[in-house]
Structures are given as C-alpha cells and as structure tokens.
Nanobody, 114 residues
Framework: QVQLVESGGGSVQAGGSLRLSCTASGSIFSSATMGWYRQAPGKERDVVALITTAGSTSYADSVKGRFTISRDQAKRTVFLQMNSLKSEDTAVYYC????????WGQGTQVTVSS
C-alpha cells in the first residue's frame, strides 16, 4: 500500500513563494511518474506538473515559468517550487503517484491573497 504525505502549504501574498513536498511510502516511487494536481472551490481537479522517472517534466500553461517540479529518488520525495504566486493559484494541491493505478495524497491548502 502506497501512502503519500504532503507538506508545505499555507497562506502567502501575491508574488510570494511556497514549496510543497510529498513523501511516498513503499518501494514503487522510483518506478512511478509523480505529479501535482490542484482543485479550486467549485472546479475540477487539474494537473499542475508531472515528472517522470527519467526526470522529464511537463507543466500546465498557467504555471509555466513560475512553478518547478523535482524529485529526490533517495528520499522518495517530490517537490513543487511555486514562485510569483497569483490569487488564481489558490487551491487544494494534491500529490499523485501513477503506478498501475493512481494514488493520492490528502491534499494541502494553498491560499494566495492579492
């Protein structure tokens, strides 16, 4: 059973930065594509950024140039560095691990005030 534990959310003013972390239990982290998704109130959950086992990354257009996803295989942790935050980035952010099926973290709230 895979468990994902997120941390790093919080409240910040527009233009500020936050760094999210997600640590996975189990041994499949090294074989899995990892990602961050977000869900704003009344909206669907959307992908923010993905990173493959080879380190290839992809981003939603809305965060390109501002967010950076990375992973530390030894620590079984994926990070999301969020810079130049905007009010529209306010959402619950979820860590995702894809291996045969999807695994989700519990979510962490990010609130950006203008």
């Amino acid at each position: 059973q895979v468990q994902l534990v997120e941390s790093g959310g919080g409240s910040v003013q527009a233009g500020g930065s936050l760094r999210l972390s997600c640590t996975a239990s189990g041994s499949i982290f090294s074989s899995a594509t990892m990602g961050w998704y977000r869900q704003a109130p009344g909206k669907e959950r959307d992908v923010v950024a993905l990173i493959t086992t080879a380190g290839s990354t992809s981003y939603a257009d809305s965060v390109k140039g501002r967010f950076t996803i990375s992973r530390d295989q030894a620590k079984r942790t994926v990070f999301l560095q969020m810079n130049s935050l905007k009010s529209e980035d306010t959402a619950v952010y979820y860590c995702n691990l894809k291996w045969v099926r999807n695994y989700w973290g519990q979510g962490t709230q990010v609130t950006v005030s203008s």
